[in-house]
């Protein structure tokens, strides 16, 4: 069973930047694919960005590209999402995930094995 914590969510004022990191319990992690989600409430968790094992494959919803940057570190069982130039539709619960399959993230929440529990990001106007 692979556990994942998220952290780094916070407030910040639109423009602003944040840093999420999610931490791995166990080292099996290094060989998935890891990937963001996040969900607002009454609507669909949706995908963010995803990252496969080695992190020299990396996917991004087009609403994130050029702003979030993935990345990830084996040694420390961790994948961290830079997040720049932030705005108020940002604003989300955001969920670290990890799965064997870099595609099963990128296709969606559904078939997703393991998901972290989730850190708050607000975006203020």
């Known amino acids: 069973q692979v556990q994942l914590v998220e952290s780094g969510g916070g407030l910040v004022q639109a423009g602003g930047s944040l840093r999420l990191s999610c931490a791995a319990s166990?080292?099996?992690?290094?060989?998935?694919?890891m990937g963001w989600f996040r969900q607002v409430p009454g609507k669909e968790r949706e995908f963010v960005a995803a990252i496969n094992w080695s992190g020299g494959r990396t996917n991004y919803a087009d609403s994130v590209k050029g702003r979030f940057t993935i990345s990830r570190d084996n040694d420390k069982n961790t994948v961290n999402l830079q997040m720049n130039s932030l705005k108020p539709e940002d604003t989300a619960v955001y969920y670290c995930?990890?799965?064997?399959?870099?595609?099963?993230?990128?296709?969606?929440?559904?078939?997703?094995?393991?998901w972290g529990r989730g850190t708050l990001v607000t975006v203020s106007s």
């Open positions: 995930a990890a799965d064997p399959i870099l595609n099963i993230i990128v296709a969606g929440p559904s078939g997703v094995d393991f």
């Open positions: 166990a080292r099996t992690v290094s060989s998935y694919a």
